[in-house]
């Protein structure tokens, strides 16, 4: 399925068994792909994370990208 969301929008997305369980955020009018046959939308961070808990899904923040290692000198 492919969607144009019309408010920012995080989203479970899972198959009927619960062996596949993604999630994700979308920003406004950006485009969301879902895989799967179930989808969940959720307008609130909040709601989408208590949600989550039901799945034994605790999602973390991304940490930043470290800083690249230099190239050694020759």
Do not use: C, H
């Not at 899972?14 to 959720?42: F, H």
Request: aromatic share 12%; net charge negative; proline share 14%.
């Amino acid at each position: 399925m492919k969607e144009i969301v019309d408010k920012n929008t995080w989203i479970i997305n899972r198959n009927n068994d619960y062996t596949v369980i993604n999630y994700g955020y979308v920003e406004k009018d950006g485009v969301l792909l879902a895989g799967q046959p179930i989808l969940e939308k959720y307008y609130t961070e909040k709601e989408w994370k208590l949600s989550l808990e039901n799945y034994d899904i605790f999602p973390e923040p991304t940490p930043p990208l470290p800083e690249p290692i230099p190239p050694l000198p020759e």
